[in-house]
């Protein structure tokens, strides 16, 4: 999510952690390919455009294919 989301979600004091923090500790791991912020409460419009093998979800990884 982006900050925008999250302080929508979470409220005015969050996020912690910036979004380009975010997405800079998660491009290094692996095997991260790619990182998409989205300003919307969930990544549903962006997950049916780019159509991702996996989506991963917290500790929750789902296999899209």
Do not use: Q, W
Request: hydrophobic share 40%.
């Amino acid at each position: 999510n982006s900050d925008e989301s999250i302080r929508i979600i979470k409220g005015p004091d969050r996020p912690i952690n910036t979004e380009n923090d975010r997405a800079e500790i998660l491009s290094n791991v692996f095997p991260v390919d790619y990182i998409v912020l989205f300003n919307e409460s969930t990544p549903e419009n962006i997950i049916s455009k780019l159509l991702p093998d996996f989506h991963v979800k917290e500790e929750i990884i789902i296999r899209m294919i």
